[in-house]
């Protein structure tokens, strides 16, 4: 599975408009990319996928250029109910996400 | 619709004691998986179940821990004996495809060995 490397953390206000930033230089043909959020003392939960350009869902949107070595997860008008760590993760749905490879994450706080 | 669960949601343990933890998946799921987060490390993969059989325990760290599914609804993930480097947070996790991006996690089990 290609590894990822992101911020280690980042800090942002209420209202604001969060873009945390994955690199995965190595991404294969048949990878996607998927973030995973976790809130303090609970597990992993998903909150997007995507192959390429930009993907949107109730949650988040995620953004792909073309060449696919990084992507962006953003996150509207951030509440204090954001403050979680967020995972980006690579690999090919058919075969690489029967077992996820989490890295460090991206621990987000929310400030009043 | 319930989602996955884990018990207990604590253990406290002496080193050389045994441990038994329990998973419930989601209703219907077949594929169940184990991970676990020891010390400030990144949370690590040990084995999927499809139904009662064990697809992958590439991850398992040693034999001391056995993961079983018996008619493969909820697993039981036993340490025995355990030893202080097992100390984490063990997550459980299910999916209903098996080669599916999403996974649910339950809230883990925060084993600490004394």
């Known amino acids: 599975l290609a590894k990822t490397t992101q911020p280690i953390s980042m800090d942002s206000y209420e209202g604001q408009e969060v873009n945390i930033t994955c690199s995965h230089n190595n991404i294969a043909t048949n990878d996607y990319i998927t973030w995973y959020q976790q809130f303090p003392s609970q597990g992993p939960r998903f909150i997007i996928q995507?192959?390429?350009t930009k993907v949107t869902n109730e949650v988040a949107s995620l953004f792909i250029p073309a060449d696919r070595k990084s992507s962006t997860l953003s996150l509207p008008r951030v509440s204090l109910s954001d403050t979680a760590v967020y995972y980006c993760l690579v690999g090919a749905t058919n075969t690489g996400f029967q077992k996820l490879v989490f890295g460090t994450g991206t621990r987000l706080l929310v400030s009043p | 619709e319930a989602g996955v669960t884990q018990f207990p949601s604590h253990s406290v343990i002496e080193k050389g004691q045994t441990v038994t933890l329990r998973c419930d998946p989601i209703s219907g799921h077949d594929n169940l998986y184990w991970y676990r987060r020891v010390m400030g490390k990144e949370i690590k993969f040990l084995l999927h179940f499809v139904k009662e059989s064990k697809q992958d325990e590439s991850g398992m760290p040693n034999n001391r821990f056995l993961a079983e599914r018996t008619g493969g609804t909820y697993s039981t993930l036993k340490v025995q004996p355990a030893e202080l480097e097992d100390s984490g947070v063990y997550f459980c996790a299910s999916s209903q495809e098996q080669y599916s991006d999403t996974q649910y996690f339950g809230p883990g089990t925060r084993l600490t060995v004394l």
């Open positions: 995507g192959y390429k």
